[in-house]
C-alpha cells in the first residue's frame, strides 16, 4: 500500500491492503463493516497487533464533517461500556480516498444494531423489555455522559447498539464522527433543536437526550417513527401548537406503565422536564408527579399571517420565520403587529424584548436589506427565546455556529451568512434574551465578543479562519495546501506542508492565512509579529516570517528533515539576500547558502538569512560608507577650489620660496667673502 | 597695523606650507600699508646713500652702479610683501659685498670704482647675481604650481578611485 511515510512519520505502514494507526491498529480498508457504519463514517476491520484476536473497528471520518472532539476526548477519560467509546484516535493515510483522513478506533459491540439507520418500522417492543432492556441501560449511560457533561445528542433506534448478542442490554452508538444532532430527525429532536439546521443544533444539554429519550420509547412502544408521514415543517409547528407529547402520541393509546415517564421526558420546557434523577426514581418504582409546564401565554385573537392564526408568541415567531425577511419585515413595522403584540397578546417581557430588539441596531454588509434581515432576526429571538439563532436562510444554535462555519467552511459554501451573524452580534442578543440568573451567558458573550474581534481584525492569524478554529475545536486544517493531509495538531504541519511542497501543490508561500490562524489557536508561542509578516509588502520580511514560523515547528516537533521545504526556501532567499547592501556580503551570502541548505534544517537557514549581527553590522558599514562617500566628495570639491587657487597661491609661494633661497645664496656669497677676505 | 588677508589666511595645505601669507605689517599691493612700507625702505635706502655719500664716496658710488637690479625691482615689484625686492636686494647686495670689500682694503677712490666697473666680470658678477634673483622670482611659482597640480591630481584621483569602490559595493545608495 501507499502511505508515503515521508510525509507520515508518525505512522508506521501497515502489511496488505491496512493502514496503521499510531503503531497499534491495523485498519483493513478491505474489510467494511456496513453494520457499523454511521452516516457521516465508513467502518472498516481495525485489528490490534499488541492483542490478537480483539474485536475493534474503525470508523473513518467523512472530511467534509468536524468531528466532535471534546466529545471523543471526554469519552476516551470517561471509558463508559454503555456508549461506543474511542480506543484510539488520529488521522491515518486512507488509500482508497488517496488522502489522509480521521479514523476513531473502538471495540466492536457484541449485540447488533437496534434497527437499520433508515428503518422507521420495528418490531413493537412489550413494555417491560422496553424498560428493562433499553431506557434502564441508557439512562445509567446517560448518568455517565451526565458526570462528564457531555450530552450524547444521537439517541435513536438506528444508533442503538447492544452489549450483548442476546439484545438484553442497549449502549449507544456514534457521538463523535459528526455535529451534535445532526443525523436525528426533527420527531427525534426538541422544538429548539428541530428549528434548527440539522448540522448547527449545537450540543445542548442532556435534557435534549432526554427528549430523545422519550421519543425512542414512543417509536419502540408502537413500532413505528411517531408523525410518520408528516413533514417535518408541519412536526415542528405541530409541535409549537399541541406540545410534542400530543403531537408525537397522537391518537394512541399510551400503556399507563409508561405515561409517567412519557409525560415526564416529552415536557416542551426544559425547566419542567424530568432530569436523570427523576427517571431513576421512576425506574426505581417510585411514583413521581408531573411538573406542570408553565403555558404559553396565548392571545384571545390570533396574528393571521399567509391564513394562518398564531395564537402564541412561539407560533408567530414560526410563522414569520417562513416569510422572506422583506415580507417580515414589512408586517414586524405594520401597525397590526404592534397593536397585536401590545394589546392583544400583553405579555410585557415580550414588548420590552422587541423593543430592544427594534432599538438594537448593527452596520450591515447587505445594507437596509442586510438591517431587515438583522431586525426580523431580532424580533424572533424577542418572540421565541429559546428558539435557535433565525437569520436569512440559516438557524443555528448559539453552541451551533462553530458547526455552521466550519461545515460552510468544508463545503466551500458562502461564508457571508455565519459572518454576517458575527457582526451583526445576533448571538449576543440571543444570550441577553435568555435571563439565565447563571453567569453562563455573561460568558457566551464575552466569547462572542472576542470572536467579533477576532474577525474584525484582517491580519493573518485573525479573520474568519482564526473565528472557525476557535469555535470548532475538532476542525482540521482546512488550508487548500494541506487540507487533503488532515491536519488536527500542530505535530503534522510540517510534515503535511512539507508533503504538500514535495506535490508541487505549493511554489510560493507555504503559509497561507489558514495554517497562520491555526497556529494561532493551537501553538501559544508563536510571534504573533511573525504572522503579521506573512502580509507584508517586503518580499524579504515575508519570507523570513514564513521561515521562521516553520523553523519554530521543525524545532518544536520536527521532523529534523525537510528537503524540500529547504530548497523553497533556497530558491526564495534572493530577495533576503538582496536586503544586504555590501555586494560582497551578499555574494558571501550567496556562496555559504549552498552548504547551509544541505543541511535541511529550517532553523539553521533562518539564523543564517535572519541574522542580527549581520544585518547590523551591514548596515553599521553602510553607514560608514556613506560617511565616507560624503568626503571623499567634499574632498574633490577641495581639489577643484585648490585648482582654481592654484595661481595666486602658488605664486605667493613661489615668491616666499625665492626669498628664500635667495636670502640663503645671499648668506653664503657674504659668508664666503668675509672669509676670503679674511675678516672671518 | 594691518590685518593678514583673510583669503590667505584660509589658505591651508601645499599653498600654506610655502609660507604664502604676507607677514604681519605686510601689506597687499596697492595698499596703503604696501606703499608706505615701500617708502620706508626707499628713505631707508636715500639715507643710507647720502651717508655713504657724505663719508665713503667710492662705495656710494659702486653702489649706485651696481644696485640698479635692485631699484629697478623698487619700481616693478607690486607684490605683497616685496618679495620681488626682497629676492632680487639679497643677491645684489652680496655680490657687491666682495667688491667693497676690496675698495675698503685696497684703493678706496673713486678710480677704483671706475676701474672695477670697466671690466666685464664686475657687471657679469653684479648683475648677474641679480638676474639670478629676478629669475628665481620668476621661475619659483612656476615650479610650485606644477608640484602642486601633481599633488591635487592624485587627491582628486584617489577620491574618485574610493568613489568607484565604495559605488561598487553599495550600490547607488551610498550617495545619499
Redesign the interface.
Known sequence: MSVQPQANPSMSAASGAAVRLKDRFDIHYDKPLPGLRSPSAAAFVAEDVKTPGSRHFAMICDPKMPPRLEAIRKLQLLKSYGVLTPVEVGAVDWAPANRRMFAIVCEQPLGERLAGPTDNAITPWGEEALVAHIVAPIVQTLLDLDREILPHRGIRPGNIFFRDANRRVAMLGDCMTSPPGLYQSVVYETIEGALAQSHTRGAGSPAQDLYALGVLVLHLLFGKLPCAGQTEEKIVEEKIKRGSFYTLVSEQRVPAGLSELLRGLLVDDPQARWRLGDIQMWLDGRRMTIKQPVPAIRAPRGFEIAGEECETARHLALALDMQEPEVASRMIRGPNFETWITRTLGDKQVVEAINMAFSTRSESAGGAAGQNAQMVSRVLMALDPPAPIRFRDAATAVDGIGSLLAVTMLNAGDLMLPTEILQARLPQFWCQRQGSTKGEDQATIRFFDKMLRFLDDKRPGYGIERVAYEMTPGLHCLSPIIESRYVEQMRDMLPAIEFAVQAKTVDVSPVDRHIAAFMAVYENNVDEGLLYTLISSDPAARVLGTLQLLAYLQETYGPPQVPALIQLFGQQAKPVIERF????TRTRMQTGLTAILKESSLRKLADYLDSADEQRKDAQR?QR??L??QQ??K??EK?VQ??Q???????????????K???L???A??GV??F??G?L | MARPPA??AT?K???A??????AAGQGRPGTPAAKSSKNATLMLAIVVLLVLALFERPVCMLLVFALVPTMLAWLVDN???Q??I???A??N???V??FA?KLW?EHNSLDQVFAFMSGSTTWVALYG?AA??WL??Y???????SV??RR?EK??D???E??KA??????D????
Open positions: 547592501r555590501s555586494r560582497y553602510f560608507a556613506r565616507e562617500y571623499t566628495i574632498q574633490m581639489a585648490q585648482t587657487e592654484l595661481n595666486a597661491s602658488a605664486k605667493m609661494a613661489g615668491h616666499s620660496v625665492a626669498v633661497i635667495a636670502s645664496i645671499s648668506s656669497i657674504v667673502t668675509l676670503a677676505m675678516v | 583669503r590667505a589658505m595645505g601645499a599653498a606650507k610655502g609660507k604664502a601669507a604676507p607684490t605683497s610683501g618679495s620681488l626682497r629676492t632680487v639679497p643677491l647686495l652680496a655680490s659685498l666682495p670689500m682694503h647675481a639670478f634673483g628665481l622670482y621661475l619659483a611659482p612656476a615650479v610650485i604650481t602642486l597640480e591635487i587627491l582628486r584617489a577620491a574618485t574610493r568613489q565604495l559605488k561598487d559595493e553599495w550600490g545608495d551610498v550617495e545619499k
